[in-house]
């Protein structure tokens, strides 16, 4: 898949053909900022197992895509899984001659999109996992039908909320809905305020919907369980078979195209769509502000709950179970809060161990660079 745009052009190195990949002025500041010379900027488009795809300007004219690998330095320096590059990272690269072209340094991210990383349980670690980074929507896909899970459209907007990103419902398999009306009531009752859209993608219709996000420059991703259509949504909206399709079997391997990897693909709009294979079970990385904000009517409904920092437990005067009692708050979505609030919370307990186990680590290191004293202090900040 190795898309190569390559003319042949007597200038140096244009930087701005990046442009077309969401490269900003911003960007190029933070770039020049620290790299040094023979470095180049970058846009990660694929990671794979140790290896990515990336997409920088072409000597002379152009962009060009090929493979990289991270710098030893990056490595080792990266205290978790979160701060390795990730699909739509923009990076400083040192292009190699006749070999992989080398990973230095990631550049700020402006969001980044997290879930919780298969723990390593015997040492209690938990670590965040960036599933896309520097995207300015996200796509929720999820399937009418029989698949459709109003709890689980709920995680995928906290997670889209804690990450920075717009999260927009899109409603896919149209054909499947039988009553499409009720399916949107519900839809808006999981997802209060959101932009929704309902489409079928064979068939191209509810496409329009989605344009507003889909400009030139602008990141999407899609998210959402495997099967529910985001792969047919990408070709739909590309007009072309970008990425593969099908059903999904996990015993069944012989000539299935489904989603594998994570890779950004560029529209001929020039909008960029990160397409994601399916998780299976999503691990929520989020804070309990995001989760709050997934849930606006029950922030509202606490304003009026007796104690300030009610927990809508077993407190009296609680406004938010009495809504509940009463049929105006969904049982299961006040179930679904609940449930999610109280993974955040552990999350963040276990984040703030994990956060001082580096810390010790860090201080038992003999060699103490000044390097490592300045990021110690920034976190500690950070607290
Ligand atoms: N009935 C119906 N099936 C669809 C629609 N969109 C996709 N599919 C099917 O759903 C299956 C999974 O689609 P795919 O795009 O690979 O899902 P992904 O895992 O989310 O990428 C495929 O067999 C598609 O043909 C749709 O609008 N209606
Ligand atoms: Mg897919
Ligand atoms: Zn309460």
């Known amino acids: 898949m190795s898309t190569v745009f390559h003319v042949e052009f007597d200038e140096g190195a244009r930087p701005d053909a990046l442009d ?11 770039f020049s900022e620290t790299a040094e010379a023979g470095e180049v900027p970058a846009r990660v488009v694929e990671e794979q197992r140790d290896r990515f795809r990336i997409v920088r300007a072409a000597e002379g004219f152009g962009v060009l895509e090929e493979e990289a690998k991270a710098s030893g330095a990056l490595r080792r320096e990266a205290d978790s899984a979160s701060q390795l590059p990730a699909v739509g990272d923009w990076v400083s690269v040192r292009p190699a001659e006749g070999s992989l072209s080398v990973i230095l340094r990631l550049l700020p991210r402006t969001s980044a999109f997290m879930r919780k990383a298969p723990g390593d349980v015997r ?45 927009v419902l899109v409603i896919a398999k149209s054909d499947l809905a039988e009553n499409p009306a009720s399916l949107l009531a519900e839809a808006a009752r999981a997802a209060p305020g959101l932009r929704t859209a309902m489409v079928c993608a064979p068939e191209g219709s509810g496409l329009g919907e989605l344009s507003f996000a889909l400009e030139r420059g602008k990141t999407v991703v899609l998210l959402g369980s495997s099967g529910a259509g985001k792969s047919t949504l990408l070709n739909a909206l590309a007009g072309e078979d970008l990425a593969g399709t ?13 989603t594998t990897h994570r890779h950004l693909y560029r529209l001929g709009s020039g909008a960029l769509v990160i397409d994601t294979p ?4 999503l691990q929520l990385w989020a804070d309990e502000e995001a989760v709050g904000s997934a849930f606006p009517e029950i922030e509202a409904l606490a304003a009026d709950c007796r104690f300030r920092d009610c927990a809508h437990g077993l407190e009296p005067g609680c406004a938010v179970r009495a809504a509940v009692e009463s049929g105006e708050l969904e049982e299961g979505r006040f179930a679904s809060w609940r449930k999610l609030s109280r993974e955040a919370a552990y999350l963040r307990t276990k984040e703030n161990h994990s956060a001082k186990d580096a810390e010790r680590r860090r201080w038992k290191s003999i060699e103490m660079s000044r390097r490592s004293f300045a990021k110690a202090s920034t976190r500690t900040k950070n607290e």
């Open 20 to 30: 077309g990949f969401g490269y900003t002025p911003l960007l190029e500041a933070a």
């Open 123 to 167: 040492h209690d670690r938990i670590e965040a996992q960036v599933i896309a980074a520097n995207v300015n929507f996200a796509f929720i896909v999820a399937a009418a039908g029989l698949d459709w899970n109003p709890r689980r459209v709920e995680r995928y907007v906290a997670l889209a909320l804690a990450a920075g990103t717009t999260p």
């Open 246 to 258: 099908g059903e999904v079997r996990v015993d069944d391997q012989r000539g299935r195209h489904t």
């Open 278 to 281: 399916g998780m299976r079970e």
